[in-house]
Each structure stands twice: as structure tokens, then as C-alpha cells.
């Protein structure tokens, strides 16, 4: 938007809401069975998390046999993605946030 401000020759606004340049993407499909995959689990180090994601994978490896799992644990340094460690490792993900 132009406007007339006295003193200034022009001036221009500029709204600060910037333009989603990619569409949104869904969820991905759910797994047809659990049998005989593996599920990584993200801990994001907060208090909380591991606990909660220890609980979660007893449970399914006590109600689904050979489901095989693997956790990773975020470090604090930046940048550092921790789930390309799971990148074609395992079948679904479990990341959670414990506070």
C-alpha cells in the first residue's frame, strides 16, 4: 500500500506476514500392521520425554512381538537433525516433547 506521508516523497507499507512458499503437507499414512517393523523414537531431552517414550515402547514391544525399535536422543547443538539417523531405519516415528 502507497500513502502520502508530508515530508517524505513516498512511502510504501510493507505487511510483515510472509508468503508460504510450499504447499502443506498431510500426515503420512498409517502402517497397515506393526508386525515385523521397526519404530524409531526421538527423545528431545527434555525432563520429561524419555521417560514417556520408555513407557511407550515397553508397551509395544510387549503387545506386538518382534517389533524391533531404536531410540535416538537430541544433543544440545545446533542444527544437528536427529532424525536423518533414522532415515530409512525404521518403518514410523514416535517423537516426543516432555516438559
Do not use: C, H
Amino acid at each position: 500500500m502507497n500513502i502520502s506521508v508530508p515530508g517524505f516523497e513516498f512511502m510504501q507499507l510493507v505487511s510483515p506476514v510472509g508468503q508460504v512458499l510450499e504447499k502443506p503437507t498431510g500426515l503420512a499414512p498409517r502402517l497397515a500392521s506393526l508386525a515385523g517393523k521397526s519404530i524409531g523414537f526421538i527423545d528431545n531431552a527434555k525432563p520429561n520425554a524419555k521417560p514417556f517414550l520408555q513407557f511407550v515402547e515397553e508397551l509395544l514391544l510387549k503387545n506386538y512381538p518382534g517389533l524391533r525399535t531404536q531410540m535416538v536422543s537430541k544433543n544440545f547443538t545446533p542444527n544437528y537433525l536427529i532424525a536423518d539417523q533414522l532415515q530409512g531405519e525404521v518403518d514410523a516415528v514416535v517423537n516426543a516433547w516432555g516438559d
